[in-house]
């Protein structure tokens, strides 16, 4: 199979491997669509220290059965989150916790969805409708992804929220949010791009690099927010979180963007504010969501992917995305084009 492969910071390529060769209990999948997700981009510059060389990465995918232990020809997405099953958190149906966890993307041993083909635990398929425009499957892990943060968040339909960052994960807790019957939502987002995607789908949005962005917040919401999802997660955007939140309010930080945070204390203790980590998401969640993109209005989700390229394609488009250079959203690869 031809595969992308990671050999180093700002170095990628694409090489020929070995077909990945199924084990008992797992599935041989054909590689439609993966999405290149932040923390893919922050690996391939070396940023986040969790990629390493000659590894093949994705996780976003959406797939189509080849053989195995599971019907052949099936459209699936897969939840890469390998937990154990067995320890005290996976029998709570909290898989983000299992302290032995694997993820596929992310763990080197794992050849993952950057490649043609990819194996799956047949556990870890999770079916899409057959007649679901097939590219919105690699949409189901990410958008999963907001639905945990907005579930860590304990989001109500009174609370007033905010998401710090409208890049896809933010994108993914402001639909989330939205699906969890916040009415009073807003999204700050310095690129215009970005927030004419979110004004596209529904969510208000402002441009937080307006001086008077703390009044703009309070017109476009009516209130403080008693809730911040920072999907941004670097020290700029946690003290942004915590400013904009009301006192005693709660902040989820999910986003990847640094590993080393500066964090204002006293905006948590003196003002007790409560500050949450999020992660991946439960199993349950995943399928939820799976379930909810299969019901979703095609065109809305549709909006959300603004680029596709071929693997020969794709070295030159994480390069581009990891600059700056280009300022799509979500950008998939299509190994089999």
């Not at 990629?51 to 995918?61: A, D, I, K, N, Y």
């Not at 909810?292 to 995305?321: N, Y």
């Amino acid at each position: 199979m031809r595969a992308l492969v990671y050999r180093g910071p700002w170095d990628i390529g694409v090489e020929t491997r070995p077909d990945p060769v199924p084990g008992a209990g797992e599935v041989l999948l054909e590689v439609l669509a993966t999405g290149i997700c932040g923390s893919d981009l922050h690996g391939f510059t070396g940023e986040n220290g969790r990629r390493f060389p000659e590894q093949v990465m994705g996780h976003e995918t959406v797939c189509r059965v080849v053989s195995g232990d599971y019907a052949a020809g099936a459209l699936v997405t897969v939840n890469p989150v390998l937990a154990c099953g067995e320890c005290a958190a996976c029998k709570e149906g909290q898989q983000p916790r299992c302290r032995t966890k694997r993820v596929i993307g992310v763990d080197p041993a794992i050849s993952a969805a950057f490649a043609e083909l990819l194996v799956a635990p047949a556990a870890n398929l999770v079916p899409l409708r057959p007649d679901l425009p097939l590219e919105l499957g690699a949409l189901v892990e990410p958008l999963a992804v907001g639905s945990h943060a907005v579930a860590r968040g304990e989001a109500t339909p009174d609370d007033v929220v905010l998401v710090v960052g409208g890049g896809p994960i933010g994108q993914a807790c402001a639909l989330a949010a939205s699906r969890a019957g916040v009415g009073r939502l807003a999204v700050s987002e310095p690129v215009a791009a970005r927030r004419a995607l979110l004004d596209a789908v529904g969510i208000a949005s402002f441009d937080p690099t307006d001086g008077a962005w703390p009044d703009v917040l309070q017109a476009v919401l009516g209130d403080l927010p008693t809730l911040v999802i920072d999907a941004v997660g670097s020290s700029r955007s946690l003290a942004d979180a915590l400013t904009a939140t009301d006192l005693g309010g709660r902040v989820v930080l999910v986003g990847m963007h640094t590993p080393q945070l500066t964090v204002p204390a006293y905006a948590v203790s003196v003002e007790e504010r409560t500050v949450v980590g999020s992660f991946c998401y439960t199993d349950a969640e995943f399928r939820a969501t799976a379930e909810w993109v299969g019901t979703a209005p095609a065109a809305m989700l549709d909006r959300l992917i603004e680029g596709r390229v071929s693997l020969d394609e794709a070295p030159a488009a994480l390069d581009a995305l990891a600059k700056g250079d280009l300022t799509a959203s979500k950008v998939l690869i299509l190994p089999n084009t």
